[in-house]
């Protein structure tokens, strides 16, 4: 396996409370790797250092075999290389669905208009959003709203796709349409980093599964490894109050 990006002895702390501790993990092309865990297991600290939306306190992130937080490193071209998706849409309510769609490209990589409509309106149809494409976000439901967001993602062309809890603030009934067409894109080989609190989901569509406790990854393995024969505790105590939830 190839990685993309490797994570090596990475920390983050806020002032005295170390969120993150000493994680090793790395992201291979064309996997599928999520990450579950507690709330304030350090999960979406992770995602958001990974894209530097959090400078770490120390450690690497290997991109490409270069060292991201070197002095001098290109950050804004490596930003480029990542899709990231939030919890919240981020979507810009002045402009319609293609709009959203098209000014990161045009902007951030220098595409041409035309050359831009057209990768927007490919990646819409993917997501089932292709008929929306003339509407204001304020005139859509939750679970479009977050895949017009997934297309915006995918237009930039990235390397990677990392996904905080993107189902997170939607209404029950939206949830699956969103999941679908995150299944859909994993088969299509996207490679995806994702933080999810689907446990159905993460065991159908992912290669690896790290479940993280207290800012360590207390364990990682298959969907089969982690949800079928945990090894730790605290990933059994985990996953069994998840499943009574549920």
Do not use: W
Not at 44 to 53: G, Q, V
Request: glycine share 8%; hydrophobic share 40%.
């Amino acid at each position: 396996m190839s990685a993309i990006i490797e994570i090596n002895h990475l920390k983050k702390s806020f002032g005295d409370n170390e969120v993150l501790k000493d994680i090793q993990v790395s992201v291979n092309k064309g996997e599928v790797l999520t990450i579950i865990g507690s709330s304030g297991s350090g999960k979406s600290t992770l995602l958001r250092c990974i894209n530097l939306l959090e400078k770490p306190t120390s450690g690497e992130i290997i991109y490409n075999g270069e060292n991201v937080l070197q002095k001098g490193y290109n950050l804004p071209k490596y930003r480029t290389h990542l899709g990231m998706v939030f919890q919240s849409f981020n979507l810009f309510n002045n402009l319609n669905v293609l709009d959203n769609c098209i000014t990161g490209q045009v902007t951030v990589l220098k595409r041409k208009p035309e050359e831009a409509e057209k990768i927007a309106l490919a990646n819409l149809e993917k997501v089932g959003m292709k008929q929306f494409q003339g509407a204001k976000p304020n005139q859509l439901s939750g679970g479009q709203k977050q895949r017009v967001a997934i297309a915006r993602a995918l237009s930039m062309n990235p390397d990677v796709m990392l996904f905080d809890e993107p189902t997170s603030a939607l209404d029950p009934e939206m949830v699956g349409e969103v999941l679908k067409t995150m299944k859909d894109l994993a088969d299509s080989g996207l490679t995806m980093v994702i933080v999810t609190h689907e446990m159905g989901f993460a065991k159908e569509v992912s290669d690896r599964v790290i479940f993280m406790d207290k800012g360590v990854i207390a364990e990682a393995g298959t969907p089969e490894e982690i949800f079928g024969h945990p090894k730790e505790e605290r990933t059994k105590a985990f996953l069994s109050r998840i499943l009574s939830e549920h």
